[in-house]
């Protein structure tokens, strides 16, 4: 996730571009850079930091011009360092573009521009698209229409901002799978990843969609077809939020925003790993000693890995809090063991102890993390991200599920080079990954239920949530959101525990919430739930089996999926509960009390 801004009028345009760039900082915020154009000669500054740091270091209010544009910037291709920092530029320096996506076919591309003399400066996928337009160029004077010949080349999600030397009277934007929208104002045209860029300057509004570019002058905007060049009528939307519900894009808290974004957010995750996942498996599938490290939410996150790799690549990782791996584990770490770190931020204190113990014992270390640049991807052997865009909300939400993403990925992609699992079943349960998206928009429809059912329950003192398998991670992860936000008490557990203890709890009215999709265990959790009913449980069950239905109280139909893909969708709920019994109990559920969203002490 990256921001993009674009200006063009008769105002100082750097100005107007480090303003914004500072409200889309939430979208990434590694590396920055502005383009401006000062009567066709282009001006570039750009560097790794934060915009705050470099606005001073680069001395961005000395751009000159009336046009341009600017990025901030949230690596996926290429470490966060001033060269790979947005704009990128073709070989003759006319053409200089900001985006926010992934190319998925930009290898291809560079080697046959490689091949045509092209000379590339960065390790970003972005760089491709300005040589791209160069090479149209070639054959097609027009720039518009060598515009369209190269994006038609492209293969994944962009939103492009463009700056032509040549062309002293337009900016270009284009989108295509990721957000872009245009700000008309009087004498003057602003477009951006989101709202809050330009709220400030206008308040009217142009959404574009995806397969649309758009050539911008200071008094019209053109919006057409890039695979057809016709041109298309858009509305434009008075907004009427303030600038800070426009930051949450009209959501009430970050938390209920990440937690809409998850298709989003999966969706990237898959795309973002698909090309590297081979290979790491291929570098990880020698190691039988296995542990899993991490702590909180990415802890519920290891172990919904310990199933996967169990189940399909028969490896049996020790799942272990970070905090305590760290001073017990000595002893039995070598050269032969895998040390798998989870953390979201990269940053916390008892996760990075854990790899740089690994590290010492000569383990090798796989960190799966969401912050670019952050220590555990510096620390670390191996790094897979998990592209879920910054997560503001202390409470994990779009991280858990991407974490979980990256680690059937994984598993898949492990299964399949040691040829433990069916390739059959591995191609159906891929096929299935992608569709995670529309699921999880499934998922999400039982928000206004669950804000209903948070109202009737708000007053209860103690929530039980279990699951079998692979959901235990589930309700693990149910319980630690509710507790963290709406400070109630919540205990997780494994089904199959509840009669050797916490059964003695359940009386009149406790609420037990089972995890049940289908699979393995589904009869043995529907006796669990018996059990708990027998003691006038008030049973909320998650399922997609009506056998559930006839002994729940409340049934949250699921869509179906494969078991082991079960923890990405089930979660959902389970979020959207906890987030509303924290509103409704007067709780800021985007900074609860005590608890800090990264942990970087002991
Ligand atoms: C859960 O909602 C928390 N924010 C917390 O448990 C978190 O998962 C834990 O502190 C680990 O953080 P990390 O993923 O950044 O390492």
Redesign the pocket.
């Known amino acids: 996730m990256c921001g993009i801004i674009g200006y063009i009028g008769d105002r100082k345009a750097c100005d107007v571009i480090v303003d914004g760039l500072k409200r889309l900082e939430y979208r990434g915020y590694d590396s920055v850079g502005v383009v401006t154009d000062n009567d066709g000669k282009l001006y570039i500054k750009k560097g790794a930091g934060k915009i705050s740091e470099l606005e001073v270091k680069l001395n961005l209010s000395e751009l000159p011009g009336n046009r341009g544009i600017g990025h901030t910037r949230w690596a996926t291709h290429g470490v966060p360092d001033d060269t790979n920092a947005h704009p990128h530029t073709d070989c003759t320096g006319k053409i200089a573009l900001v985006h926010n996506g992934i190319i998925e076919n930009y290898l291809e591309l560079k080697e046959e521009l490689i091949k045509k003399g092209h000379r590339f400066k960065s390790d970003t996928d972005t760089e491709v698209i300005a040589h791209l337009i160069e090479e149209e160029l070639k054959t097609e004077r027009d720039f518009e229409k060598a515009l369209r010949n190269a994006l038609n080349k492209l293969k994944g999600s962009f939103a492009l901002g463009i700056i032509y030397s040549e062309d002293k009277e337009h900016l270009y934007f284009v989108r295509h799978e990721s957000p872009l929208v245009l700000g008309i104002g009087n004498g003057e045209m602003f477009a951006a990843s989101d709202i809050p860029a330009f709220l400030p300057y206008t308040n009217k509004a142009v959404f574009i969609d995806d397969g649309e570019y758009v050539i911008l002058s200071k008094e019209d905007y053109k919006v057409k077809d890039f695979r057809t060049g016709a041109i298309k009528e858009k509305e434009v939307h008075v907004i009427k939020w303030s600038l800070e519900m426009a930051e949450k894009q009209g959501y009430p808290h970050f938390m209920l925003k990440e937690i809409y974004e998850q298709p989003r957010a999966v969706k990237d995750a898959i795309y973002g790993n698909a090309e590297f996942i081979d290979e790491v498996a291929k570098e990880i599938s020698g190691y039988d000693k296995i542990f899993i490290v991490?702590?909180?939410?990415?802890y519920h996150a290891g172990i919904v890995g310990k199933y996967l790799f169990q189940r399909l690549a028969k490896k049996v990782p020790i799942v272990e809090e970070a905090s305590e791996f760290r001073y017990e584990a000595e002893e039995v770490i070598d050269k032969n063991t895998l040390v798998i770190a989870?953390?979201?931020?990269?940053?916390?204190a008892d996760?990075l102890a854990a790899i740089r113990l690994a590290k010492k014992r000569g383990a090798k270390t796989l960190s799966i993390v969401n912050v670019v640049g952050s220590m555990a991807t510096r620390i670390s052997d191996l790094v897979l991200y998990t592209h879920a865009g910054p997560e503001i909300g202390?409470?994990?939400t779009k991280?858990y599920t991407t974490q979980l993403t990256v680690l059937t990925m994984l598993a898949i992609a492990l299964a399949r080079h040691l040829r433990t699992t069916d390739e059959k079943y591995l191609n159906t349960l891929e096929e299935e990954l992608y569709k995670l998206p529309e699921l999880l928009n499934e998922a999400l429809k039982h928000a206004d239920g669950l804000k209903a059912l948070a109202k009737k329950l708000k007053e209860k003192r103690d929530f039980f949530y279990i699951g079998r398998g692979i959901s235990v991670a589930t309700a693990l992860e149910g319980a630690?959101?509710l507790k963290?936000i709406s400070y109630i008490h919540a205990e997780g557990l494994s089904a199959g525990e509840l009669k050797h203890g916490p059964l003695a709890l359940i009386e009149e009215g406790v609420p037990v919430v089972a995890i049940a999709p289908s699979g393995k265990t589904f009869d043995k959790i529907v006796s669990n739930v018996e059990e708990a009913k027998a003691r006038k449980g008030f049973i909320i069950s998650l399922g997609d089996n009506e056998e559930l239905m006839k002994i729940s109280d409340v049934f949250l139909r699921m869509p179906e999926v494969d078991e082991l893909l079960s923890p990405i969708i089930y979660v959902v709920p389970l979020q959207i509960f906890a987030y509303h019994l924290a509103v409704i109990r007067g709780n800021d559920p985007d900074k609860p009390r005590n608890?800090a969203?990264?942990?970087t002490v002991e």
Do not use: N
């Open positions: 991490a702590m909180g939410t990415s989870i953390t979201q931020s990269g940053e916390t996760t202390v409470a994990a991280t630690l959101k963290e608890l969203k990264s942990v």
